[in-house]
Structure formats: C-alpha cells, structure tokens
C-alpha cells in the first residue's frame, strides 16, 4: 500500500494545452494548480474529462505551481481507467480512487491482516505472554489473576 495525499482546497481547473496518453508532464490552466498536493506527503489522483467517455485518472508524483509530473507512462490510466489524449481545456480534479477506499475497506475487514506492528506495545504483549505461561505451568491460579485480585494501591508507580 502507498500512502497517498489529499488536498481539500484544490479546486476543479482545466488543462492548459493538449496532452497525449503517454505524456508524464501536464501543464494546468494558470493558477490551476492552488490548493492541490504538492507531493510531499505521497502521490496524488487527478480526474480529467471526469464522468465521460474520456475520463481518466492519473496517480501524480508531484505538482510545482501549475504543472503536475506523473512518475510513469503506467501512472496514466489509474483506477482502472484508461490512459487517452486530452484536449486543452479539459476539465481536471483533484479526486479519490476506488483504492483509496477499497485497501481501508479490506484492511478493516481481514482480521489477519497486522501491517501496523509500529502500534505494537511490546511491554503489553510480552506481559499477555508471560501470563499465558504462567497459566500453562499452574504456577498462579486464577483466583491471583481475577477480577479485584490487585488493588489500585499495588498499581500504582512509587
């Protein structure tokens, strides 16, 4: 999975001139380019010609003032989109892609799915396991790991 940056101020533009399906550079109307990502925080998604026949979305690597730089040829046509040439004032958004919802859908709703092990509290989880141990070799029995069975007083940091 890669993160990727969203803006809400970027504001629907057009395209400065004509691009072809292979181009990584897109030049924005003047000024069009205010308020999207910039890059810094990962890639982007662009919409041109969005909800026609031609809409295509694009991951962006980057933008500097009115020009968007997308890292690849195979970064045009994101989404299951088709990469296609655009006329000069096309309609461009910034937008999300099916992605963006369905990697947070599918990770919420795996339950073996642990890729954030930095959220990881090793002191618990070593504490869970020495817990475990101890049950297994009947050396606590579980009047001294039930309810009650440790004061406030006891827990408390001296």
Known sequence: MTRRSYAGAAQATTLASPISASDTTITLASG?????????????????????????????????????????????????????SHSAGAAVEHTVAAVDIDEPNAHINNASFDH??????????????????????????NDALGPDSVSAAELQDD
């Open 32 to 84: 069009g380019g205010t308020g999207y990502p910039d890059g810094s925080a990962g890639p982007f998604v662009v919409a041109i010609d969005r909800g026609t026949d031609d809409e295509e979305k694009i991951l962006c690597l980057s933008r500097s003032s009115d020009v968007l730089t997308v890292s690849a040829v195979g970064d045009r046509g994101f989404d299951d989109t088709t990469a296609t």
């Open 116 to 141: 954030h092990t930095q959220y990881l509290n090793t002191t618990r989880h070593a504490a869970v396991s020495h817990t475990t141990d101890m049950y297994a070799a009947d050396s606590v029995d």
